[in-house]
């Protein structure tokens, strides 16, 4: 998948975070936008948050291009439909938000966190934001999204009130210009972990990249399997998680080292490591010598702090 635009690339790491724009549309005119992600689940591999977008006169059109839920379809029916999401350009366009594995885990492990829902919300609107510096005039956004959508949708509308919100639940299944965006994000997220680069070994050749789906059971669950224990995972991403784990450095960049499942792989089958900074060494030496020179001294002596005799 090293023609997809929006990854990095066959060669190189997926290190940090980034944002990839297709080129912007030039026809007048209000425009919808559809939003849409891949990946919120998984062990494995990024989360990549996807928007399209088109005319509002554009509609009709739109829907005979054959967009959907992206789980729905094939890998081949994907990979042409994104390229038909370019093949319009004066109307059609997209971008993706890829949140790198480590982001993610760094995210969720600071104190305090910045858990998933708002990782994925932020996402969202700088994709808005920066659709809007383009000088795209957005009338109306389709969000599909998980759980209750009242709150997610007033937020959005808070922040950006001259834009008309539907926020629901398999929007993707309902709405053409989100399946168009859950394609872009399938694909990239896809492409990703295809061309993913090994910088622990060398190189994606010099490592098992049998990976599985990263997801429980090889399912697309909608949620996040950060709860689930390594028993329900994918069985190949749970043999490559435990061939894969060194001992003292752990896995590779790909894992999300701040879901469950890996924290519990690791307390197992990792060694422990005690972090000590250099001032830190000089009070522990102190304390474990007074700790040795308390265990003869009776318990009134302990109370009342008496060192010595002279004290008397």
Not at 88 to 112: E, F, H, Y
Not at 125 to 150: H, S
Not at 179 to 205: H, N, P
């Amino acid at each position: 998948m090293s023609n997809v635009p929006s990854t990095p690339g066959p060669s190189t790491p997926l290190r940090e975070s980034y944002t990839y724009h297709s080129p912007t549309p030039t026809t007048s005119g209000p425009y919808i936008l559809g939003v849409d992600e891949a990946g919120r689940g998984p062990v494995l591999g990024p989360l990549v948050y996807g928007v399209a977008y088109c005319p509002v006169a554009y509609k009709e059109t739109l829907e005979e291009l054959g967009f959907a839920d992206s789980k729905t379809l094939t890998a081949e029916v994907r990979s042409s439909l994104l390229e038909t999401l370019g093949s319009d350009p004066t109307n059609l366009a997209w971008s993706v938000r890829v949140i790198s594995p480590q982001a993610i885990s760094q995210g969720m492990l600071r104190r305090p966190p910045t858990n998933l829902n708002v990782q994925s919300q932020n996402a969202t609107v700088l994709l808005i934001q920066e659709v809007l510096k383009m000088g795209i005039e957005l009338r109306e956004v389709y969000v599909d999204a998980l759980g209750p959508t009242a709150t997610y949708k007033a937020y959005l509308s808070a922040r950006f009130p001259d834009i008309s919100f539907t926020v629901e639940n398999k929007a993707d299944d309902k709405f053409k210009i989100v399946g168009a965006a859950s394609v872009a994000a399938k694909v990239t997220r896809d492409a990703c972990i295809e061309d993913w680069v090994f910088e622990e070994k060398g190189g994606a050749d010099d490592w098992d990249t049998e990976m599985g789906s990263g997801y429980p059971a090889g399912e697309y669950f909608q949620h996040s399997c950060q709860f689930c224990n390594l028993q329900s995972l994918d069985p190949k991403t749970k043999a490559w998680l435990q061939r894969t784990l060194e001992p003292v450095f752990g896995l590779p960049k790909v894992v999300r080292f701040s879901w469950s499942t890996v924290k519990v792989l690791l307390e197992k089958e990792g060694k422990a490591v005690k972090w000590i900074d250099d001032g830190q060494e000089s009070l522990i030496s102190a304390f474990e010598s007074a700790k040795g020179r308390e265990k003869d001294r009776c318990a009134v002596a302990k109370d009342l702090a008496l060192k010595s005799v002279a004290t008397l």
